[in-house]
């Protein structure tokens, strides 16, 4: 048998055993869950909590961002650097609640979107809905989808194609760029 013949006879298992119906169901029912996550963030808010709206945009100078920001953050945010992997506290973050925008205090992730990529950065499947713009950054010659918040313009760090399933999303956040609120606490 030819090598080409074999991988297409290969390839259709999966259909002949009634399987890829129930595979794309899966991912349908898993879609509908993250979706869920995404429309019902609200429920891990700390009590009291007040939310900046994102359509209320945070516009500083220079100088003003530099006195409202630790070094770190202010190079990360305002400077589009990256922090050391392995240094942010948050990788280790395990509570229920939401991370908001270390600028502004935009909610943009919360405690369910979060997952252990093994990068040494927080990382996330899924981000709030309107939280993030995006652009194209080309600064190690290779074209990367940076993103940054939408209400101040902090950059937050890259999404990139090799996150879990159902989005297949690995938000890459710098943990500088980011405060963490649990849910326990009062906001």
């Known amino acids: 048998m ?12 999966p259909l002949a055993l009634g399987l890829a119906p129930r595979v794309i169901a899966a991912q349908a029912e898993s879609m ?6 995404q429309k019902n963030w609200k429920a891990l808010l700390a009590d009291g909590a007040k939310v ?12 003003e961002w530099k006195t409202r920001l ?41 405690s369910a979107m979060k997952y252990e990529s093994g990068t040494g950065w927080p990382s996330f499947f ?3 809905p309107g939280a993030f713009g995006t ?7 290779y074209p990367r989808t ?15 194609d090799d996150g879990p399933a159902p989005t297949g999303k690995r938000y890459c956040n710098n943990g500088v ?11």
């Open 126 to 128: 899924a981000a709030i």
């Open 70 to 110: 630790p070094g770190q953050s202010y190079e990360v945010l305002r400077e589009e650097g990256t922090e050391r992997p392995g240094s942010s506290p948050l990788n280790n973050e395990k509570r229920q609640g939401v991370f908001t925008c270390a600028g502004c205090d935009l909610p943009v992730f919360t």
């Open 177 to 187: 760029a980011l405060k963490f609120i649990p849910k326990t606490g009062k906001a």
């Open 52 to 63: 900046p709206s994102a359509t209320e945009p945070v516009k500083l100078t220079k100088e």
């Open 2 to 13: 030819e090598r080409r013949t074999f991988w297409k006879a290969l390839a259709g298992i």
């Open 146 to 160: 940076e993103y940054h918040c939408i209400r101040c313009g902090g950059h937050h760090g890259h999404i990139f």
């Open 135 to 141: 652009s194209t950054d080309h600064k190690i010659l």
């Open 32 to 37: 509908k869950a993250v979706e869920e996550l």
